[in-house]
């Protein structure tokens, strides 16, 4: 069986995989800010991170890629102040973070301005406006985009980060959303309330998700939000060096082989300076764990073949050898390819 976590360390809840990096228990079974928790008394389990906020929603697998797919239930809540947080432990030099791409900010609501900022730095922005204080969210019919910036609207998260001094990023430390009403027929909390989101994107562009909004003024407090997370494994200062990335994405040989413990491994940048570990072409497995990284046997697994072999394969490591067998000649990377030299008839 192919190595998923460190000994003696619980790799699943219910039907869930957890992979090194990731782990529950012990903070042995995990690298620092990659610790889950396994609610047990949901059905089916549910496998939480960060404060328990956030749920993961697919499986985690071998962590081959950096992004996670989780679920929030609810609006993200602001106060009197039109303030709020996305939560979930996020920021603060952690792991995660939101990609440059695949989430959106979704607001709905009257004459309502919603803002996404970490610090300084302004993320998303969007502004939805009614004429009679109601809110309608659907443009009639099953439209490809809902939201046109009437009762609802739209925006790209976008992260650019600046840069501060000596050539350092500006780290992401927070989510945090400001809502500012303006004008008259405003959204307030009783009627009518303006509801933020961080989605995925295209999720309200669902039938179902903007109907359900439009027709239950409670409907925000349980509906469950999905969106997409990049991860990478920070190691000391996360606020990455520009100049270094910009000249290399490998990673310094301490960091490679301090965090990608098999052989056969790669160690890449992530765009916040952090590190990201893949097994090398032929292998497949964990890169995070010693031995992790398994030759494939590409001739039982034809799927793993660049070109398919159909003369005789031989497996090696981390690759193979594809020939006519003995006493044949020809092209075994095609069908009836390899022939007899005496005889001349094709064999395979």
């Known amino acids: 069986a192919p190595v998923i976590g460190m000994p003696g360390c619980e790799t699943r809840c219910g039907d869930m995989i957890v992979p090194y990096p990731f782990g529950m228990g012990s903070s042995y079974c995990y690298l620092p800010g990659f610790n889950l928790t396994c609610d047990w008394l949901s059905d089916p389990p549910r496998l939480l991170l960060g404060d328990g906020t956030l749920q993961v929603a697919e499986d985690i697998g071998y962590p081959s890629d950096a992004t996670l797919a989780v679920v929030y239930a609810g609006n993200i809540q602001t106060d009197g102040n039109g303030h709020g947080r996305l939560g979930g432990g996020l920021g603060d030099g952690g792991p995660y973070a939101l990609p440059p791409a695949g989430n959106q900010l979704v607001l709905v609501g009257c004459n309502v301005r919603a803002t996404l900022r970490s610090g300084n730095l302004t993320l998303s922005s969007c502004s939805s406006f009614c004429h009679d204080g109601r809110t309608s969210y659907m443009k009639s019919g099953k439209s490809s985009l809902l939201c046109s910036g009437m009762g609802c609207c739209q925006a790209p998260i976008v992260v650019n980060r600046e840069v501060g001094a000596g050539g350092k990023l500006v780290p992401i430390t927070s989510y945090d959303v400001e809502l500012e009403s303006f004008g008259r027929n405003r959204s307030d909390g009783r009627r009518w309330p303006a509801r933020v989101f961080v989605a995925k994107k295209g999720w309200f562009t669902t039938w179902s998700a903007s109907k359900q909004l439009s027709s239950d003024l409670r409907a925000a407090v349980d509906m469950e939000v999905p969106f997409w997370l990049n991860w990478e494994v920070v190691d000391g200062d996360a606020t990455g060096d520009t100049d270094q990335l910009q000249r290399s994405k490998e990673c310094p040989r301490d960091a490679a082989g301090g965090i990608c413990k098999s052989n056969h491994t790669r160690c890449t940048r992530g765009d916040r300076g952090g590190y990201l570990c893949f097994c090398k072409q032929g292998y497949q497995g964990n890169a995070y764990i010693t031995n992790g990284c398994q030759d494939i046997d590409e001739c039982k ?48």
Do not use: W
């Open 301 to 348: 697994h034809a799927e793993f073949q660049i070109n398919r072999c159909y003369g005789q394969c031989t497996n090696t490591d981390g690759a193979f050898q594809c020939r006519c067998p003995q006493g044949t000649h020809g092209d075994p990377y095609m069908p009836g390819g390899c022939f007899s030299l005496l005889t001349g008839k094709h064999l395979f």
